[in-house]
T-cell receptor, first 109, second 113 residues
Framework: QKEVEQNSGPLSVPEGAIASLNCTYSDRVSQSFFWYRQYSGKSPELIMSIYSNGDKEDGRFTAQLNKASQYVSLLIRDSQPSDSATYLC?????????FGAGTRLTVKP | DAGVIQSPRHEVTEMGQEVTLRCKPISGHNSLFWYRQTMMRGLELLIYFNNNVPIDDSGMPEDRFSAKMPNASFSTLKIQPSEPRDSAVYFCASLGESSYEQYFGPGTRLTVT
């Protein structure tokens, strides 16, 4: 069974802090990794994708991938109340995409 | 582009009734995915199509669920007969051939009483 594991949270950080979201996966042949943001009552939207080991930065977001440890993370710098949402980690191999259960993030003003 | 379109947005039905959910993918996208999301189980892939052909339906929970994609612009997910445990939000997503980004529709919130 291929698993994608996330801490369900809730994770609470003060405005302006760094929020760190973590994800582990079990299938070593996984090739592509994604972070989706889902606001309450809305559909998931892609915010970051990463395919090779290391860091990938996009604005306030940094995705980190370590395939040897089967670990992918998302850092949100200068967190804003508008970042409050559930963040879903997704892992794709040749056949399908699997999602973690999501981590609920709350950024307090 | 209108994005992925799903209908209805909300569906309330009684146990035993047939339910049909509809999806129109983004024009030009050749892969379509059906997901179910609940608090208990999170986001689960039910089935996906590539070029209108079902590729993997291992996530379909049981024979009461069926999905079709008669053409590139339309797909249905049918539940017959429906049960209260089928209550969830059902998302459809589509993917272009040269892209890894799935675009999700707004979802259909299904309540079976």
């Amino acid at each position: 069974q291929k698993e994608v594991e996330q801490n369900s949270g809730p994770l609470s950080v003060p405005e302006g802090a760094i929020a760190s979201l973590n994800c582990t996966y079990s299938d070593r042949v996984s090739q592509s990794f994604f972070w989706y943001r889902q606001y309450s009552g809305k559909s998931p939207e892609l915010i970051m994708s990463i395919y090779s080991n290391g860091d990938k930065e996009d604005g306030r977001f940094t995705a980190q991938l370590n395939k040897a440890s089967q670990y992918v993370s998302l850092l949100i710098r200068d967190s804003q109340p508008s970042d409050s949402a559930t963040y879903l980690c997704a892992v794709k191999d040749n056949n399908d995409m699997r999602f973690g259960a999501g981590t609920r993030l709350t950024v307090k003003p | 582009d209108a994005g992925v379109i799903q209908s209805p947005r909300h569906e309330v039905t009684e146990m035993g009734q047939e339910v049909t959910l509809r999806c129109k993918p983004i024009s030009g996208h050749n892969s379509l995915f059906w997901y179910r999301q609940t608090m208990m189980r999170g986001l689960e892939l039910l089935i996906y199509f590539n070029n209108n052909v079902p590729i993997d339906d291992s996530g379909m929970p049981e024979d009461r669920f069926s999905a079709k994609m008669p053409n590139a612009s339309f797909s249905t997910l049918k539940i017959q007969p429906s049960e209260p445990r089928d209550s969830a939000v059902y998302f459809c997503a589509s993917l272009g051939e040269s892209s890894y980004e799935q675009y999700f529709g707004p979802g259909t919130r299904l309540t079976v009483t």
